[in-house]
């Protein structure tokens, strides 16, 4: 059987819309505006139609009729596009152009590889303030070409495009506040400064998944290149030396740093990872999500001293001279033996008495069950009494009822006793205590 004509043009975009957003698929509620189809319009009823528009994964190929566009989208802010077959920027531009209040777009996953805009086409970008390309294979040309025509784009999503080097632009973005472009093939630091030549009002970056080796630049340079940077994500890169931890303290306005996954941190505990990052980073106050106390920054300040002061001078880091100055050379901390305590008491059933030795980590509970075993009494239950051999004659024996209550609570020591009174013969109050 033969596909339709429509098949093979594919769907258009107010297909989509009227298919999506029809009172028989989308409930009216908050935020949606209710719209009926214009005079000539193939859209035969009334339509449903938030301002944040989700077309994902519809077929999507062409644009259709702009009149029903500019119908349908005059209210619209937020459109997402991915997972279509939109491979023509003129059917892009058709699309926008008519929704006027754009604000933000997500074109990711559709095929763009090799398609160029038309710089005569791009104003119509002009008010996007969020553009997502993620997996789109977007030439830097055309990357290039959107952020010259839009004045007020704040954050650009560049993930999985297969970038292996950066291409400069002549004309810089100032208004770019947020980069993400994770999971691309970038190594070289020398690519990654390119970003503050482009994006000079930079406050994010986001570099994870790139196999980006090292922070290689000066001082002067880093604060040259990136005078706004708050935050940067090194998850799953490259980095392999402290040395490049190190040079993110030139980045003057950077509080906040991910560095999961990368080579340094591979031989160290999940507790020396981030107590040596908090003491190599003096302004960073979250790192890697969480937030930095001003105790916890202490603590790992302190460890890093503590982890250091024993190697040779030579391999000393210079941060660890900037906080001795700071804390004075610290003693180790006590080595605490935390193993399970055990003490030897006596155990009285009658006339038998049994050397035992407690585990005082055990509650009241399994000293019973260990007792009915040892001594082999009955099933029916027993009732324990603790003595203590200094303060018998000023306490007198101690009935432990509560099954899981840990026996050290009872500050048991070597040479005390327990009374072991089967429940049977518990109503001969006195004669055995």
């Known amino acids: 059987m033969e596909s339709s004509s429509d098949e093979e043009e594919g769907r258009t975009f107010i297909q989509a819309i009227s298919e999506k957003y029809n009172p028989e698929n989308f409930p009216y509620g908050q935020g949606v505006v209710v719209l009926s189809s214009p005079p000539g319009s193939p859209v035969k009823d009334r339509l449903f139609l938030p301002s944040a528009l989700v077309l994902n994964h519809c077929g999507i190929t062409k644009a259709g009729d702009r009149s029903d566009i500019a119908v349908f989208c005059a209210h619209v802010v937020e459109l997402d596009l991915s997972h279509n077959q939109l491979s023509d920027w003129v059917e892009i531009c058709t699309i926008v152009s008519n929704v006027p209040h754009l604000d933000f777009l997500n074109l990711s996953t559709n095929p763009l590889s090799g398609v160029e805009l038309e710089p005569s086409m791009a104003e119509v970008f002009s008010r996007v303030r969020q553009l997502v390309l993620i997996n789109t294979h977007i030439s830097w040309d055309t990357v290039h070409t959107l952020t010259r025509h839009t004045p007020e ?54 570099l994870a998944n790139n196999s980006v080796d090292s922070v290689g630049d000066t001082q002067e340079t880093l604060q040259r290149l990136f005078p706004t940077l708050h935050s940067i994500n090194l998850n799953n890169t490259g980095l392999s030396k402290w040395e490049d931890v190190e040079r993110l303290n030139f980045l003057p306005k950077l509080q906040e740093v991910k560095a999961k996954g990368i080579p340094l941190l591979e031989p160290y505990t999940t507790h020396e990872r981030r107590c040596l990052l908090l003491a190599q980073l003096p302004s960073v106050r979250v790192l890697n999500g969480g937030a930095v106390s001003d105790g916890e920054r202490e603590d790992a ?9 024993d ?23 006590a080595d605490v033996d935390l193993s399970p305590r055990s003490t030897m008491v006596d155990v009285r059933l009658g006339d038998r008495v049994e050397a035992v030795s407690l585990r005082l980590e055990q509650t009241v509970g399994d000293l019973k069950k260990h007792l009915k075993a040892l001594l082999q009494l009955p099933t029916n239950g027993i009732r324990l009494f603790y003595i203590n051999r200094e303060m018998c004659s000023v306490l007198g024996p101690e009935e432990l009822k509560c099954g899981s209550r840990a026996l050290h609570s009872y500050s048991i020591r070597d040479g005390d006793e327990i009374l072991v009174v089967p429940k049977a013969k518990s109503r001969c109050s006195s004669s055995h205590l």
Not at 301 to 309: C, H, L, T, V
Not at 321 to 327: D, E, G, M, N, Q
Request: hydrophobic share 35%; aromatic share 12%.
């Open 153 to 206: 784009l704040e954050e650009l999503f560049l993930c999985l495009n297969g970038y292996n080097t950066v291409s400069e632009s002549q004309t810089s973005c100032p208004s770019l506040r947020l980069l993400q472009i994770t999971d691309n093939h970038l190594q070289e630091w020398a690519e990654v400064r390119k970003f503050g030549v482009m994006y000079p009002s930079l406050s994010a970056l986001v």
């Open 301 to 309: 300040e302190r460890f890093f001293i503590r982890y250091y002061q």
């Open 311 to 333: 190697c040779p001078e030579q391999e000393l880091p210079q941060r660890y001279h900037i906080l001795v100055s700071k804390y004075g050379h610290l003693a180790p901390l």
